[in-house]
């Protein structure tokens, strides 16, 4: 049994860091697509057409469930996707949702994401299906991505963008949704100038949702031999993903392969 993640570059893994963290043992490919990143800014069709490119090439890996680990093309791609494929594909936004839902106590959640992940209005979607009285402001932040991809986590510079873009939500939210796989990397600097807000990183119950339909279709129970490798794949620049990836992952990755898609 093996199981497929992607993202469009390098913050789907975050995403598989908690994975691996419920599913040790199990055989992964991870396809990060750097060669078209960023996804935030692009049109929903053209973000459906990558995502279906993915997923057929993890497919013909012979996966059991995809993971999409990117809020972008969970927002944009995820339904297609489902409509399309035959194999469990989950996406990272409904548990986002559903643990901002469990977390707050005011009914007032906030939401930062890519532009194309706020415009698509998908969190509120899914945070109204939960609970339809909950408020729910939002804010795309599109300089978090290239913030984390230079390593900036903290000091001046970071807490300065952060304050420009989550000021507006003082005082009227108790919740914020991550909803982009990068943010969690300034989930620490974010909680140091808003003590009080409870921060949603939607990696975590992803991955135990993945681990329950796994074990739904009883596809943990049949898998006799354990293998818990993880094949990384990108699109381009292998070494630019193993570089910023440790940051991420918090390991080391030892091999990355190029791929056409
Ligand atoms: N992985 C994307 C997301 O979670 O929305 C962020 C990177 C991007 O495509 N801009």
Do not use: W
């Not at 691996?20 to 996804?39: H, N, Q, S």
């Not at 939002?138 to 000091?155: T, W």
């Not at 993903?241 to 991420?248: A, D, Q, R, T, V």
């Amino acid at each position: 049994m093996s199981i497929g993640v992607f993202d469009s570059g390098i913050g789907g893994l975050t995403v598989l860091k908690e994975i691996r963290k419920v599913l040790p043992d199990e055989k992964i490919y991870y396809l990060g697509d750097t060669a078209r990143v960023p996804y935030g800014e692009k049109t929903k069709e053209l973000i459906i057409r990558y995502s279906k490119e993915i997923v057929e090439f993890l497919l013909e890996k012979n996966v059991s469930a995809i993971v999409v680990a990117c809020n972008t093309a969970t927002a944009l791609a995820l339904k297609e996707l489902k409509e399309t494929f035959k194999i469990p594909i989950i996406g990272v936004i409904e548990a986002g949702a559903r643990t901002a839902i469990e977390a707050t106590e005011s009914g007032k959640i906030g939401v930062i994401g890519t532009k194309a992940t706020i415009q698509s209005g998908k969190y509120e979607e899914e945070i109204k299906l939960f609970n339809k009285k909950v408020e729910v402001l939002q804010k795309a932040c599109p300089l978090f991505v290239p913030a984390v991809e230079e390593g900036i986590l903290s000091g001046k510079l970071v807490n300065q963008i952060i304050k420009t873009y989550l000021d507006d939500f003082k005082g009227k939210i108790d919740t914020l949704i991550l909803g982009c796989t990068h943010y969690p990397l300034l989930k620490d600097a974010i909680s140091k100038i808003y003590p009080d807000i409870k921060i949603v990183d939607p990696a975590k119950e992803t991955a135990l949702d993945l681990k329950e339909i796994l074990e739904q279709n009883e596809f943990l129970k049949n898998d006799a031999k354990k293998d818990e490798e993880v094949k990384y794949y990108v699109t381009d620049g292998q070494e630019k993903f193993k570089e910023i990836g440790i940051m991420f992952l918090e390991e080391d990755i030892p091999k990355v392969e190029l791929v056409k898609l």
